[in-house]
């Protein structure tokens, strides 16, 4: 009888942990069939940001507090990091070691994945470095808009943040980029309904005057938010036009259009 009861408990936490790895597994199947701006906005929904940390614009912007709301830092002052003598950017970053293995290596999948489509290099950091950038797990995703000079944050949240196209549209804002939603021919492209979006949040809709590098408006870009971002009231905040039923917003990695403008820029 003894025999049968541990066999009976262990069957039963055998089964438990099978459980919980289905339960686990189907949560990442689904996330993995959201479209990056779909994770952003869910992994900073009920964000509570810590008192260093920054306020946000766009979702997922970090901005310093003295920030202009509007102004893209790219056109106000230069934002891009400086390239080298061969023709490569390198950039450093450093990784918190908070994260797990597997995390780690979403991370640095996302960082390489530039170096095989333009000239960026991101390269660990290195003692005597002077600007890096620090990927940790803060309250959300986030990042800064362009070189900031020093160590600036790159926040990777282990809830919800650590997706191959998240890390890549994270990565495109440190470079210098920022929404597609926000470009200055968007009204072009994009109607926005303005009384379906969040009380308070209708900034995150502002045009600003940004670096569209000469290329065309995309819809399929990995900074482009998907048709109910910011929604109050499950009816859409964006249509694209004049077909307002193009499909938009469901990247899940970047585009040939993120990676020609990346290219412009840089001069790669």
């Not at 920054?54 to 920030?67: F, N, R, S, Y």
């Not at 333009?118 to 362009?146: K, M």
């Not at 569209?212 to 900074?223: E, I, P, R």
């Amino acid at each position: 009888m003894l025999v049968f009861s541990w066999s009976l408990v262990v069957l039963l936490l055998v089964s438990s942990s099978w459980a919980e790895a289905d339960v686990a597994v189907t949560e990442e199947d689904r996330s993995s069939e959201l479209s990056v701006g779909e994770l952003l906005e869910r992994a900073n929904r009920h964000r509570t940001p810590d008192f260093d940390e920054p306020p946000l614009i766009g979702g997922d912007i970090a901005i310093k507090p003295e920030g202009d709301r509007n102004a893209d830092p790219c056109t106000a002052r230069g934002c891009k990091w400086l390239k080298n003598t061969d023709g490569k950017v390198y950039i450093p970053y450093y990784i918190a070691n908070h994260y797990s293995t597997r995390e780690r290596d979403i991370i640095v999948r996302g960082l390489q994945s530039f170096s095989s489509v333009s000239c960026i290099r991101f390269r660990p950091y290195q003692n005597g470095d002077r600007e890096w950038l620090s990927i940790e797990s803060r309250n959300g995703c986030y990042s800064y808009v362009g070189r900031q000079g020093g160590g600036q944050t790159v926040s990777l949240s282990r809830q919800g943040c650590l997706y191959h196209g998240t890390v890549q549209h994270e990565l495109l804002h440190a470079l210098g980029f920022n929404h597609e939603q926000t470009r200055s021919d968007r009204d072009n492209h994009i109607k926005v309904h303005w009384n379906n979006i969040i009380d308070g949040m209708d900034y995150n809709f502002y045009k600003i005057d940004t670096l569209n590098q000469g290329t065309a408006y995309d819809y399929n870009s990995v900074m482009q938010y998907e048709r109910y971002a910011f929604s109050k009231n499950n009816l859409p905040t964006m249509e694209p036009i004049p077909n307002s039923n193009v499909s938009f917003g469901k990247a899940t990695q970047m585009s040939k259009n993120d990676i020609d403008r990346l290219n412009r820029l840089y001069q790669c």
